[in-house]
């Protein structure tokens, strides 16, 4: 990657993430970058960020995997790279944490990252505008004691009438999310496949699918229910009964700057999720 001249800095309003993007930018403006800083609205878009991202070299997201999913939605429509910074809990999509932020942001600044692109999926209801995802699709009922009821279509291909709390298509990168917490598998971060998976299915088996990259995928809520999409975990729309959503691959995708080799990805799923016991010495040196 070549070195980053124009760098953005995008951070949630929780604690100690203002402060924490503010050092970086002094940081990097120290070394001869531009630097611009927002804000982020869980609610909507944040007008700088869409305004800014476009242009920049890189897109540094101070946070958590929530913000990274936020600032996806602005970054993959103009291909700027992000870079995350973690604060708090473990997550899978940032690279760094903040004790580590300043000396990776040093290799950001002159390019000594690897570039890893994420495929992305798209839902689309009938001609509406197609609303893009870096993790996940879910189709989910109302609230407790309601399931859903919808019918899949793949490549054409009836294949099930799942009645169930949701049904998930994750990517790669969602399948460390809500699809591995729902018994799914998890895909290498650079797989096109997807995974379709059905949440507490009713009277009926819970198998999760592994599409193909070029797959399409056609649902329909039965009539008689009435569920929601929610796309990322947080853009929310009713889908009333009868609606039909088609899910396939995105024609955009978001790249991850990265400092580790590519098997980095064993080492952080094998800590993440606890897989090796403290004492476990196999292996290592």
Not at 143 to 172: F, K, M, N, P
Not at 174 to 189: E, H, K, R, W
Request: glycine residues 10%.
């Amino acid at each position: 990657m070549k070195p980053a001249r124009r760098v953005g800095f995008c951070y949630p309003d929780v604690e100690g993430a203002h402060d924490l993007a503010e050092r970086l930018a002094a940081q990097a403006r120290a070394r001869g970058a531009e630097t611009w800083l927002a804000t982020l609205d869980w609610q909507e878009v944040d007008l700088r960020l869409a305004e800014q991202t476009p242009g920049s070299d890189v897109l540094v997201c101070v946070g958590g995997d929530g913000t990274v999913l936020h600032a996806s939605a602005v970054a993959s429509a103009s291909r700027t790279p992000i870079f995350g910074v973690r604060l708090g809990r473990l997550g899978f999509l940032c690279e760094v944490t903040e004790a580590e932020a300043a000396l990776a942001l040093e290799r950001v600044l002159v390019g000594d990252v690897r570039i890893e692109p994420r495929a992305m999926v798209q839902a689309r209801c009938g001609e509406d505008e197609p609303a893009h995802a870096l993790n996940d699709v879910v189709i989910g009922r109302r609230g407790l004691g309601h399931t859903i009821s919808v019918g899949v279509r793949i490549d054409g291909v009836l294949i099930a009438e799942h009645r169930a709390d949701a049904l998930i298509i994750a990517t790669a990168t969602g399948s460390t999310g809500y699809a591995l917490s729902a018994g799914g598998p998890i895909l290498y971060p650079t797989s096109q496949e997807m995974v379709l998976i059905p949440v507490a299915p009713h009277l009926s088996r819970s198998n999760a699918l592994v599409l193909p990259g070029d797959a399409r995928v056609h649902l329909e809520v039965e009539r008689g229910y009435e569920a929601y999409m929610t796309v990322d975990g947080q853009s929310e729309r009713p889908m009333p009964s009868g609606t039909q959503i088609d899910v396939c691959r995105s024609p955009r995708t978001v790249d991850f700057l990265r400092l580790g080799d590519e098997n980095q990805f064993y080492r952080n799923v094998a800590d993440r999720l606890g897989w090796l016991r403290p004492d476990h010495v196999l292996g290592r040196e």
